[in-house]
């Protein structure tokens, strides 16, 4: 059987080379919308007709702002969506990273002192208190 700091290690060492290769990643989500137009005529009127569109939005906080930005369908869409999706992945990589870290945490030894008991020792320092004598 492996030891089990070696596996931790190498799970470590798998997971930082899988967050090398996530390449481009951003912050943020897309949301697919259709809209009614709100023409009389139109058929977007009906009931059951979904509205126009899809139409995307792009939608990210940036510097304690909510900053919302449209995008038509084609390669500027796909090239946020492989970036919406890279930051998922390394947010989930970073989440198995500190599980595998706190677990090399616990499992390597603690290092002993020389004198354990002159490791807890203090010195007492008090602060001399004269006192002064009005007469």
Same mark, same amino acid.
């Given at each position: 059987m492996a030891d &089990?700091?070696?596996? #931790?290690? %190498?799970? @470590?060492?798998e997971t930082f080379a899988e967050m090398q290769a996530l390449g481009d990643? %951003? %912050?943020g989500s897309i949301v697919e919308r259709h809209r009614r137009c709100g023409k009389? &005529?139109? +058929?977007? *009127?009906?009931a059951d007709h979904p509205g126009h569109g899809p139409y995307y939005s792009f939608t990210a906080k940036v510097g304690g702002t909510t900053r919302t930005r449209q995008l038509q369908p084609g390669p500027a869409l796909e090239k946020v969506q492989r970036e919406i999706a890279a930051f998922r992945a390394f947010q989930a990589l970073s989440h198995r990273l500190l599980e595998v870290?706190?677990? #090399? +945490? *616990?499992?390597r030894a603690v290092p002993v002192a020389a004198s354990p008991v002159q490791a807890l020792k203090k010195k007492? %320092? @008090?602060p001399s208190r004269k006192k002064s004598r009005a007469k």
């Open positions: &089990p700091l070696t596996v #931790l290690e %190498r799970q @470590r060492a990643m %951003r %912050r009389s &005529p139109c +058929c977007c *009127e009906a870290s706190e677990g #090399l +945490c *616990e499992a007492s %320092r @008090r």
